[in-house]
């Protein structure tokens, strides 16, 4: 039971380049989430997927794209990046849609740590 | 939309010493609390959490209190130790229906313990 797993764990980008980071979880949570890590500004929600087939903006949307392939994949575009997207990128998932106990338990991946120069 | 303000940025203590962080939330339709704790290089992990319905929760060494007519919410730790040094983020969502809705989280405060 790997959990959440997310590659690449490091990358270094020029600006204006394109990358894809990938996430997927094993634990059959119907919601899976992108976020961005910046000293000092805690955890910010780029964008979200309630559920299979359905994705939503989050706080800082701008500049991402996202694609829920199925129930477990969950991936992270930048289509042109620019230094401001340098940061750690977290991928997570939750069985929220249940209002039992666990309900928006994040499960966190181990991060990304994108570089853009 | 919601917004968390955490409380303090950093904190330092002595070991066996008591720690406290506070969050104030906005939306008072908020009803889910939880607190991560993130360790230097690791990921954010659920330490505690607690809903509307509760006004404290304890586990071990840590305790999470609630005042919803203030809305703000506190994060205890007693008798800290080395291994609790990490960073702390409050966060909030709203249930509606049988779903929960997104978290926000607070900016963090990184606790040090000193021995």
């Known amino acids: 039971n790997a959990g959440v797993t997310q590659t690449p764990k490091f990358q270094v980008l020029k600006t204006g380049q394109s990358m894809t980071l990938q996430c997927a979880q094993d634990?059959?949570?119907?919601?899976m989430y992108w976020y961005r890590q910046d000293p000092g500004m805690g955890l910010r929600l780029i964008y979200y997927?309630?559920?299979?087939?359905?994705?939503d903006k989050g706080e800082v949307p701008n500049g991402y794209n996202v694609s829920r392939l199925n129930k477990r994949e969950f991936s992270l575009r930048l289509e042109s990046a620019a230094p401001s997207q340098t940061s750690v990128y977290f991928c997570?998932?939750?069985?929220?849609?249940?209002?039992?106990?666990?309900?928006?338990?994040?499960?966190f991946g181990a991060g990304s740590r994108l570089t853009v120069l | 939309g919601e917004n968390v303000e955490q409380h303090p940025s950093t904190l330092s203590v002595q070991e066996g010493d008591s720690a406290v962080i506070k969050c104030t939330y906005s939306?008072?339709?908020?009803?889910?609390f939880p607190w991560y704790k993130q360790e230097l290089g690791k990921r954010p992990q659920l330490i505690i959490d607690?809903?509307?319905?509760?006004g404290e929760k304890k586990d071990q060494r840590i305790a999470v209190t609630l005042n919803k007519t203030a809305k703000h919410f506190s994060l205890h730790i007693t008798e800290t130790q080395p291994e609790d040094s990490a960073v702390y983020f409050c966060?909030?969502?709203?249930?509606?229906?049988?779903?929960?809705?997104?978290?926000?989280f607070g900016k963090g405060t990184k606790l040090s313990v000193k021995p």
């Open positions: 997570a998932s939750s069985s929220r849609g249940w209002s039992g106990v666990g309900a928006n338990v994040l499960t």
């Open positions: 634990m059959n949570h119907n919601s």
């Open positions: 997927s309630a559920s299979e087939g359905t994705t």
């Open positions: 939306d008072s339709a908020s009803n889910y």
């Open positions: 607690i809903r509307s319905n509760v």
């Open positions: 966060a909030a969502s709203i249930s509606y229906g049988g779903s929960q809705g997104n978290l926000i």
